[in-house]
C-alpha cells in the first residue's frame, strides 16, 4: 500500500524526460502467502540477506521509511458508511466502483512463464541485492493493502454491505499484486513468509478519516510510479532485466481503481473534504506521503539507475503528476511546482544521507553514533516543519459544495 495509475507524460514549463538519453490488529484476517524457493544458488552470497529458513528472508527492519502495516478504530468506520446512521449517503459513485472492481478487468493478468526464473538468474551482484529489496518493499506495501482492506471488509459486512465488498475486492487485487511479488522473489532464492509478518508486524494506528485520506494518496502515488517506470522501459527495452515490469501497465490499473473508490469515500462525507480541518489534514497527509517517498528512494537511488532512470527527475515527476490527480479531490494541496518545494526536499535528502552514512558506520561506538545523528537530525526536524508552510494551492473538486474548484465554476 505505502502500494501504489500511471502516465508518463511530461508536461508544462521547463521539465524535461526524467530518464537518460533514450537507449496488532485482525492476525486471523489474513491467509499466509509463503512462496518457497526450490533452487539453491551461491547468487546471494556476500549480498547480507538472512534466511529464516531455505529459501525464506528475514523480513528488513522496519523504520520511519518502511512500508507500514495499518489498523485503524473499525467502529467509527462502520459509522462512516453505515446505511442505519448515514441514510442520505450519497451512493451513487461508489456503486460504479463497485461495478468496475467486479468486472475484475486484471483476473488472467497475472500469469508467468519460463521467463522470469532465467532472467532472474543473470541479475547479479549490486543489481541483485537492490532488486531483491525493491521486490521486498513492493510486496510488503501490497501486503498491508490487503490485510487493511480484508478486515474493513469484514467488519463492514453488516453496516454498510456494499462498501464492504468493495474493500474486499481490493483485498482481492492487493493479495494477488503480494503473491506475484513473492513469486517473483522466489527466483532469487527467497521469499517473505507472510503469514509470520502478519503476526509479528509492528502496526501503526490511524483514525479512519486519515486511512482514508492516507490510503488514497498511497494508491494514486503507486499508479504514477507503476506508470512511469512501465512507459520509461517501453522506450527503453535495453534496461528492462526482468519481466516483472511488463506487468505494470494493467497492474496500476487497479491501484487507480482504488485511488477512485477512496475518493468517493471521501466525496460520499463531504464534511472530510470542505471544512477547515480538512484543509489542514489534506495538505499534511500530501507532504508526508511526498516527503517519505522523496527520502526513501534517494536512499536507494542505485536501482533507479539499473532502470536507466535519473533517481531525482523520475521522484518530481511523480510527485508532481500525484499533485495534479489530488488537486481534483483535495481542497488544499501544496504547490509542488514552486521552485522552493523541491529545493527544501534536495536539502532533506542532503541531511539524510548524511544520517545514513552514520549508521553505517561499523567503527564508531553506539554513543558517540547517537550524539553525531543529533544536529543531523534536529536540522532534518527543522526542515519537515518549514515544509508544513510551504506555499499551497486551494483546489478541490467540484462535486463538494464550497471548495475553491466548485467556487469558480460561477465565473
Known sequence: MFGTKQQLRLAGKGRQAFGPAPAACRRRSARSVVVRATASSNLNENLGFQTMRDGVKVAAAESLLTPRFYTTDFAEMEELFSDQINPNLDMAELESCLQEFRNDYNKTHFVRNETFKAAADKVTGPTRKIFIEFLERSCTAEFSGFLLYKELARRLKTSSPKVAEMFLLM??????????????????????????????????????????????????????????????LQRNPDNQFYPLF??????????????????????????????????????????????????????????YESLGLTTRQFNQHVIIETNKSTERLFPVVPDVEDPWFFEQLNRMVDVNTKLASLDADTNMPAFFKTLAKLPFQERLAAYVIQMLFCKDKQVGSVDIDGSAASQRLAF
Open 171 to 232: 483485498s482481492r487485487d492487493e493479495a494477488r499484486h503480494a503473491g506475484f511479488i513473492n513469486k517473483a522473489l522466489s527466483d532469487f532464492n527467497l521469499a517473505l513468509d507472510l503469514g509470520f509478518l502478519t503476526k509479528n508486524r509492528t502496526y501503526t494506528y490511524f483514525k479512519p478519516k486519515f486511512i482514508i485520506y492516507a490510503t488514497f494518496l498511497s494508491e494514486k502515488i503507486g499508479y504514477w510510479r507503476y506508470i512511469s517506470i512501465y512507459r520509461h
Open 246 to 303: 511488463e506487468y505494470f501497465e494493467n497492474w496500476c490499473q487497479d491501484e487507480n481503481r482504488h485511488g477512485d473508490f477512496l475518493a468517493a469515500c471521501l466525496k460520499a462525507r463531504p464534511e472530510l473534504l470542505d471544512t477547515f480541518e480538512a484543509k489542514l489534514w489534506s495538505k499534511f497527509f500530501c507532504l508526508s506521503v511526498y516527503i517519505t517517498m522523496y527520502l526513501n528512494d534517494h536512499q536507494r537511488t542505485k536501482f
